[in-house]
């Protein structure tokens, strides 16, 4: 792409952006295009002056501009030295009219923003004076596209104006008074960027014609401004020859109504955008491509969701795109409910295509993956779903015309080139393609064994998927060199996953649920074949413990990211780690480190100087045994000079330090100092202290040990039993004693009706036991234990207790055990963290008190289901 053109449409983005100040307050369902007749009541923008709240006090002058956005204003003010202005703000204010001569003054003005007001009338002279005048923004007014509204002198004296925007002026569209103010437009000759409102089957006329240097144009709706076009005629754009860039998207554009030659005089046209036309349809794709097959300068083709959302699956037959232009680079086609595609699209697509995005579609695996690599200049290819969601309908879905799609395409192989069952299928991807996006994309595998054609690939992305086992090996890409697999529920790593991926150097695999599985020897050679990677994210992994050998042939990593787990402790051997520059271990529990990291970490200061450790928001020890450790930090260049976000944590004290651990270094060294007196008396009632540790320990964690002796008394018995039916309770009921009504009168009746045995502390629990052994007995003897979690149970001792004895119990015996009813909607804030990650971890249901009978009949049904399995 000439650069030129590049910085030209980076511009026109920047300033569409600066103009999305309108919001949309339609719902969601409002704009599912079920036909030619819309609601337009529910299609409006908000631009009503008391949305904003306002700024009492006058203007802001600074730098030669104006700032007057929400003051309250009903006319433009008086500005001291107004030729000295070059950017003046009256957005969001309550001015109705301009009058003749207004900005006489200001002849040195470049920007004039006055969208969001409600402005209804301009005087034929209203801009008299700004003959240097670039951009002029008139969003969200009250200016409805009449002659008597727009006369036609009024833009006269705008003589270097390059940017107007008009938009979301005009929200009942199908007027028939409605007209483009083309014979005031046509006096703005250096007019490069409109935005204004499609009109419904009007044309933009002959004078349109005099704009010689209009090359972008935007005749949106949605969020941008109104439009409802519905047809493409072949005079709507006839006199638009030299526009390079046109978005007509959301603008209800009915496909039968789209002549086909609606385009065809657009000879410059470098990127069309049609997105969010649902009534276009797939039916009329050929006729939208046949209009533009002649247009050598296209390069970029939006088609986001041209099809109703909620059809049916489509398999694209190659005869719909038998006309698709063959000079583009840039295609978008997401969300058009594609299923397949015909074998042949591949090979009728532009040989010129570098990025292809058809993401939000709902592709299946077929025989049309085959021909993938006939695309052979594509670079980037984009599978991803999406995070938008709709509202529930307000009514059913219609059809505007009887569907005429018959597509002959198929996904399936007649059986004849199947060729041995035992062998792999290889995947062929385009030769060139450099990026693959598959985030968001509903993918639910075990990434076992795959074969990929020769290819040229680098860049690999499938967050936010569900891949639990990553086991491989993955046989092709010789050239890959990122990967990110985040977000996908991963739970272990074969040592064979990444023995073919050498030539990794940045891997991903933050946010999953690795915590586990480093704890195993097995995680010790996982990362052995990556001796050329850089960046290694570990991130948020629940990782309490890592083996030491675990990075040891990581000979290039410069990053590795460790925040968000769980570390204790980090005693991993990183020596081999010559080229680290960045250790991230922020947000752990990690309170110091081994002289062997301290070590290593001088090492590579000496080498390469920028070495840079984050122990951040992690509990740094500071008692004695601990001072040489501080001592390190706070003489080592790797830590930031001032310790942001750095904690001091002395006996069960926790504090945050603000004196780069001054105090704490001047304090431990005369606490910590040697005293052979101190010393000699210390090793005197070392072992009177080492007893009262022990029988300490014995007795803080008695509960602990009966509960291991409880826990291994059941165990062994259902062992040797090997049935479920040992269990003398179904469930273990954990409540707060102010819910107890509801659990005697409401859960005990459900549950035993279906014929579950539950157990409570009121009923069950043997007097005279201490109350935690009667807990510790419950929850062994229960299949499952289910919490009543209400704002009462968070606030109790015992039921907290109650949690952590289940927690041991799903530990111990590797099964199944905690189970939450929510009854109150309880923001996460109120939650300790614990407690947070036992909801998220486990399985839960939503009680609500509210539901009608069946409603409430089920939820009672799936937790007893829940409770059984």
């Given amino acids: ?55 009492n006090e006058t203007c802001k002058i600074e730098d030669n501009k104006a700032e007057c956005m929400s003051r309250k204003l009903v006319q433009v003010p008086s500005i001291t030295e107004p030729h000295s202005i070059e950017v003046f703000n009256l957005s969001c204010n309550c001015i109705e009219t301009i009058a003749n001569t207004t900005f006489i003054g200001f002849t040195s003005l470049l920007q004039l923003d006055l969208s969001h ?18 951009y002029l923004n008139l969003r969200c007014n009250h200016l409805v596209m009449k002659d008597e509204v727009f006369h036609e002198n009024v833009f006269s004296p705008l003589a270097s104006l390059e940017i107007l925007k ?60 109104f439009c409802k076009m519905t047809a493409i005629r072949n005079t709507t754009f006839l006199y638009l020859v030299r526009l390079k860039y046109l978005d ?36 009329n794709l050929n006729t939208v491509f046949y209009s533009l097959r002649n247009i050598t300068t296209l390069r970029v083709l ?38 397949g595609v015909d074998q042949e699209v591949f090979s009728m697509l532009s040989p010129s295509l570098k990025h292809l995005d058809i993401g939000r579609n709902r592709f299946v695996f077929g025989i049309y993956l085959r021909n993938l690599s006939q695309m052979t200049n594509l670079t980037s290819l984009t599978l991803s779903g999406g995070s938008f969601t709709y509202n529930l309908p307000s009514r059913y879905p219609f059809q505007v015309h009887e ?63 569900y891949f639990p086992n990553l086991i491989g090996p993955f046989y092709g890409f010789d050239q890959l060199e990122y990967m990110d697999l985040s977000f996908s529920f991963v739970q272990t790593i074969s040592k064979m996953f990444f023995s073919e991926l050498s030539s990794l150097l940045h891997l991903n695999l933050s946010s999953n649920l690795l915590g586990s599985f480093f704890c195993r020897y097995e995680s010790e050679t996982v990362f052995y074949p990556l001796t050329n990677l850089m960046t290694l994210n570990l991130s948020f992994n629940d990782i309490s413990e890592l083996r030491p050998n675990i990075f040891a042939n990581l000979v290039n990593l410069r990053q590795l990211q460790l925040q968000k787990n769980n570390l204790q402790k980090f005693d991993v051997n990183i020596t081999s780690l010559i080229k680290l520059v960045r250790l991230n271990l922020k947000l752990n529990r990690l309170s110091t480190m081994s002289s062997n990291i301290t070590d290593h970490i001088d090492t590579l200061i000496k080498l390469h100087e920028s070495v840079v ?162 807990i510790v007995k419950a929850i062994c003897s229960s299949r499952r234990t289910v919490v009543v979690l209400t704002r009462n149970m968070i606030k109790s001792y015992w039921c907290g207790y109650e949690i952590q ?33 036992n909801i998220r971890n486990n399985t839960y249901l939503q009680y609500n008190q509210d539901g009608d009978s069946v409603h409430m009949s089920r939820l009672w049904d799936k937790l007893a289901y829940d409770i059984k399995h």
């Avoid at 074969?451 to 499938?462: D, E, I």
């Fill in 403 to 465: 569907s005429r799609l018959k597509s002959n395409c198929t996904i399936y192989t007649n059986g004849s080139s199947q060729g041995d069952a035992d062998d792999s299928i290889v995947f062929s991807l385009p030769p060139n393609l450099k990026s693959l996006e598959m985030n968001r994309a509903g993918l639910s595998y075990t990434l076992s064994t795959l074969n990929v054609s020769q290819n040229s690939l680098k860049y690999l992305s499938m967050t936010n998927n």
């Fill in 302 to 339: 939006s088609m986001h969701l041209i099809v109703n959302r909620y059809s049916l699956g489509i398999c694209l037959d190659s005869s719909y795109i038998k006309y698709f232009p063959q000079h583009l680079e840039h295609f978008e086609a997401q969300e058009n409910n594609l299923e």
């Fill in 117 to 134: 007001n409600k402005l209804w009338k301009m005087e034929p002279l209203a801009f008299l004076g700004l003959n240097r005048l670039i």
């Fill in 166 to 225: 008009m938009n979301g002026n005009n929200p009942n569209l199908t007027s028939r008074h409605l007209r483009y103010p083309e014979n005031a437009l046509s006096k703005l000759v250096t007019l490069k960027v409109l935005s204004i409102d499609g009109l419904k089957r009007k044309d933009f006329g002959p004078s349109f014609q005099n704009l010689t240097s209009l090359t972008s144009m935007t005749a949106a709706g949605l969020n941008i401004g």
């Fill in 805 to 837: 004895m289940a927690n041991m119990e799903a530990v111990h015996t590797n099964r199944k055990v905690l189970l939450f009813l929510m009854m109150e909607d309880i923001p996460s804030s109120e939650l300790t963290v614990d407690l947070l990650y």
């Fill in 613 to 774: 450790v984050d122990l951040s928001f992690s509990p740094i020890s500071c008692q004695c045994n601990n001072l040489a450790f501080i001592n390190w930090m706070v003489n080592s260049n790797a830590f930031h000079p001032n310790f942001i976000n750095y904690q001091c944590v002395d006996s069960n004290t926790i504090q945050n330090i603000t004196d780069n651990y001054t105090s704490t270094v001047e304090k431990l060294n005369r606490e910590c100092s040697s005293n052979v007196t101190i010393f000699l008396i210390s090793s005197g009632f070392s072992f009177v202290i080492l007893c009262f540790v022990i029988g300490s320990v014995i007795y803080r964690f008695r509960w602990r040990i009966r509960y291991l002796y409880y826990a291994a008394y059941l165990y062994y018995s259902k062992t040797n039993s090997g049935r479920d039916s040992d269990y003398k309770y179904d469930a273990f009921i954990s409540y707060d004693q102010n819910d107890w009504k509801f659990v005697v009168n409401k859960l005990m009746p459900e549950m035993e009706k279906r014929r579950l045995k539950v157990c409570i502390h009121s009923k069950d629990f043997v007097a005279g036991d201490y109350i935690a052994s009667n």
């Fill in 248 to 283: 007509i998207s959301s603008c209800f554009i009915d496909g039968s109504y789209i002549d086909p030659n609606a385009f065809s005089m657009l000879t410059n046209l470098h990127t069309l955008n049609l997105t969010q036309n649902e009534d276009i349809d797939i039916q």
């Fill in 1 to 55: 792409m000439n650069v030129n053109i590049l910085a030209g449409y980076v511009t026109i983005l920047v300033l569409n952006v600066i103009g999305q100040h309108c919001k949309s307050n339609h719902s969601s369902n409002a704009i599912s295009y079920w036909g030619v007749e819309h609601d337009n009541s529910k299609y409006n923008l908000v631009c009503d002056c008391g949305m904003w709240s306002y700024v």
